[in-house]
C-alpha cells in the first residue's frame, strides 16, 4: 500500500526560508509525475510544484521563490521555499500521480511576523 506523508511546515517571519519534505513509501517514485499543492482557509487548492525525470513546472506565484527537487533513491521530494510571504499561508499538499492519484494529509506553513 503507497502512503504519502509530509513534514517540514511550521510558523516563520516574512523573508524567511522553509524546506518542505514528502516521503513517499510502498512503490518506486521514480517513473510518476509528483506535486505540490497548497490550500489556504476559505479558498480553492491551488497548484505549486511539479516534477518528473527531472522536469519541473511552478505556479506562478512562487515561480522564483520556490524550488522542487527528488530524491528517488530515497523516495523524498522536496519544495525549498524562499522569501515567503504570508500570501504563502497555507496547508501544502504533496500528490503522487500517475496511476496512483493519492494525496499526503498536508503539512501546515504559516507566514506572519
Known amino acids: 500500500q503507497v502512503h504519502i506523508v509530509e513534514s517540514g511546515g511550521g510558523l516563520v517571519q516574512p523573508g524567511g526560508s522553509l524546506r518542505l519534505s514528502c516521503t513517499v513509501s510502498?512503490?518506486?517514485?521514480?517513473?510518476?509525475?509528483t506535486n505540490w499543492y497548497r490550500q489556504a482557509a476559505g479558498k480553492e487548492r491551488e497548484f505549486v510544484a511539479d516534477?518528473?525525470?527531472?522536469?519541473?513546472a511552478y505556479g506562478e506565484s512562487v515561480r522564483g521563490r520556490f524550488t522542487v527537487s527528488r530524491d528517488n533513491a530515497k523516495n523524498v521530494i522536496h519544495l525549498q521555499m524562499n522569501s515567503l510571504n504570508p500570501e504563502d499561508t497555507a496547508v501544502y499538499y504533496c500528490?503522487?500521480?500517475?496511476?496512483?492519484?493519492?494525496w499526503g494529509p498536508g503539512t501546515q506553513v504559516t507566514v506572519s511576523p
Open positions: 500528490h503522487l500521480g500517475g496511476r496512483y492519484n493519492i
Open positions: 516534477i518528473l525525470n527531472g522536469a519541473t
Open positions: 510502498g512503490t518506486d517514485i521514480s517513473q510518476y509525475p
